[in-house]
């Protein structure tokens, strides 16, 4: 960051503002100070025009700087860095997908010539259960994600109904009932 200050300083590209921040920072920064000083320097040869009677002098070496010198504020400002970059990390990376849950459904309608299954789960699409014998029951078993589902039966391709096992119901925009799977199945 401060690399930077020194360029846009030297090519007076800072704000009023970031100029103060920039002079008191070279104020209180002596490594700092004489590294502006000799870039400025260095600024400076580049921009006379060049003669052959005078050797560009070399360039003293930059002090280097251990981690025991930051100071305080300085440390607060990587350690934020640090966590924004973890917390951006982390939220770029999808989140891992719970597998799919076998959920049975069943339901009793032992007068009826054909029962669907239509929910959320199907786009809305009608799936047929199985007949279990004679016994009047109708089943299937779907694969689910594991978030909340909402349904309803079909029966004989007109009649729509709730499954009466599952507490969990609400009205649709049709005059009927959905029943509803909440996260992960019952419990």
């Not at 590209?13 to 104020?27: N, P, Q, R, Y």
């Amino acid at each position: 960051m401060k690399e930077e200050w020194i360029s846009q300083f030297i090519d007076d590209e800072l704000t009023l503002d970031e100029k103060i921040a920039f002079v008191g920072t070279v104020h209180e920064d002596g490594p700092f100070r004489e590294e502006c000083l000799d870039l400025l320097r260095q600024e400076k040869r580049l921009r006379e025009p060049p003669s052959r009677d005078v050797p560009m002098p070399a360039l003293s070496p930059r002090p280097r700087r251990s981690l025991l010198s930051f100071r305080p504020l300085q440390w607060a400002l990587v350690l934020l860095v640090a966590g924004v970059a973890l917390v951006l990390a982390r939220n770029l990376s999808p989140p891992a997908k719970e597998a799919n849950v076998p959920y049975r459904f069943v339901v009793y309608q032992p007068g009826a010539d054909r029962v669907e299954i239509a929910g959320t789960f199907t786009g809305w699409d009608r799936v047929s259960l199985k007949r279990s014998g004679n016994s009047g029951y109708w089943e299937i078993v779907l694969s689910l994600p594991p978030v909340e589902h909402r349904y309803s039966y079909v029966i004989d391709g007109e009649r729509t109904m709730s499954d009466p096992t599952v507490p969990g119901r609400e009205r649709d925009d049709f005059g009927g009932e959905n029943s509803i799977i909440p996260p992960g199945g019952m419990a």
